[in-house]
């Protein structure tokens, strides 16, 4: 299994973990939780979770990407989660997921279609989406912190692109239908 | 061209929307999607995904943080290895300021914001110790003083502080930026831990004022007297470290 190691990322010798530096974190695991899961409670419990996680398996940090390892942890509780039938239950029509305000009325449509349809999303392509087109990580660190090779990210990366662009132009894919039946 | 263009799959095409090709690469893709309408437009669509994704959720980032989250960060307990990787990280933003100030600042007699990292270093390390928080202990404080004294290379003596509440628990030597220093640690009823760092200067600054600093948590008020630099570390309010700093400060000058 692919690991985030410190030898992987050059550079990185200096970013050495302390309280504050995984507090400085946060924000950006709620926000990542927050894209990924479509729900404030939920996103703040799995950060919960993940930071406990964090400071429980402290010992085993060594100086490195803490924040491809803090999603790493995100990653594996959230596929454990979703693999207990409560969380598969993706906002329907009728439920928007939670998005923070916005000025504008029409900005705030437009958003919740985009997030609706992100929601829509299988996990695994949505998780590679926001990895790379939200947290900006590179494929190889993605790779690592969903434990697959660089080339499953990249068709994930691919299907997942595409299948986003035929939701928000209004042609939902026919399999989606399927997981749409309760 | 053609040498350049023939091989550009569709992973190299998410590689550019991404911006993660070198130039030569994003000019060969750039020259292809000249003469692929079709892909162009999806390679837009792409990257207009990527905005809408910070649009959506990067107002995340400015929300005030829940504090069952901040909460959910702080050890439960001292965790060694959480004090240790602190202390390393320490040292190493200690070494980058350090040799920052030495090569910005002109010599001028004033306390050095590394005595005071210094101090709070040796602080955060020792002062969590249950059983081994100082090397001689304060029932032997004949032998400690005169131990500290003797690697200090001048008279030390640590101040009385029962009035503020704190007894001598005992001290220890530590290796300093150019010598040995002194820590003695003080403990109060509740076991609240005070440590007093005493390094010896090559040259006698003169005195100053005392200076604040927090370190992860750790007041400290540090200053210099003569050729000595003294560091008071503890993890406590402001206005009680003052105080008991000036006692300190007035037990060392009589």
Redesign the interface.
């Known amino acids: 299994m692919a690991s985030i190691t410190p030898g992987a990322l050059p550079g990185s010798r ?1 970013v ?8 400085a974190e ?3 695991l ?2 990542y939780a ?2 990924l899961t479509g729900d404030v409670v939920r996103a ?1 419990d799995l ?2 979770d993940t ?2 996680r964090a ?1 429980g398996k ?2 085993l ?1 060594r100086p490195g990407n803490l924040r491809a390892w803090l999603f790493s942890i995100m990653h594996n509780l959230f596929v454990s989660q979703a693999r207990s039938p409560r969380v598969v239950d993706y906002p329907g029509d009728e439920a928007l997921p939670e ?4 000025g504008n009325q029409g900005d705030a449509l437009e ?1 919740r279609d ?2 609706r349809s ?1 929601a829509r999303l299988p996990e695994e392509q949505r998780e590679v ?2 990895l ?3 947290e900006d990580l ?2 190889e660190d993605a790779a690592k912190v969903l434990s697959v090779p660089i080339g499953t990210v ?1 068709s994930r ?2 299907r997942g ?1 595409e299948r ?2 035929a939701l ?1 132009a209004g042609n939902e894919p026919a399999e989606m239908h399927l997981k749409a039946v309760k | 061209m053609n040498t350049n263009t023939r091989s550009i799959g569709e992973q190299e095409l998410h590689a550019f929307a991404d911006g993660r090709l070198d130039a030569a690469r994003r000019a060969a893709v750039e020259t292809w999607l000249a003469e692929h309408p079709d892909m162009r437009q999806t390679v837009a669509e792409w990257r207009i995904q990527g905005e809408q994704l910070h649009h959506a959720f990067d107002p995340v980032l400015d929300e005030a943080v829940p504090a069952r989250l901040t909460e959910a960060a702080k050890p439960a307990s001292r965790l060694p290895p959480l004090r240790m990787a602190a202390a390393i990280a320490w040292l190493a933003v200690g070494g980058v300021v350090g040799y920052a100030v030495r090569s910005s600042v002109p010599a001028a007699p004033q306390p050095s914001a590394s005595l005071a990292r210094q101090a709070a270093l040796a602080h955060a390390v020792f002062s969590p110790e249950v059983r081994h928080p100082v090397e001689v202990g304060a029932a032997e404080e004949t032998h400690l003083v005169a131990w500290l004294s003797k690697r200090l290379g001048a008279e030390l003596k640590p101040p009385r502080l029962s009035a503020q509440g704190f007894d001598l628990v005992g001290g220890r030597l530590l290796p300093g930026e150019a010598g040995p220093v002194a820590q003695f640690m003080y403990q109060d009823a509740r076991g609240q831990r005070l440590t007093l760092y005493v390094r010896r200067d090559t040259q006698d600054s003169g005195e100053t004022a005392f200076r604040y600093t927090r370190e992860n948590g750790i007041g400290v008020f540090y200053w210099l007297d003569g050729r000595f630099g003294y560091a008071l570390s503890g993890e406590m309010e402001k206005a009680d470290l003052l105080r008991i700093a000036t006692a300190v400060y007035q037990q060392l000058n009589p």
């Open positions: 200096l050495t973990m302390n309280r504050n530096t995984i507090v946060i924000p950006r709620r926000r927050r894209a703040d950060v919960q930071l406990e400071l402290w010992a940090w998005l923070p305000a916005r958003l985009f997030a992100l989406l926001l790379v087109g939200l590179s494929y990249m990366l691919s692109r986003l662009r928000l």
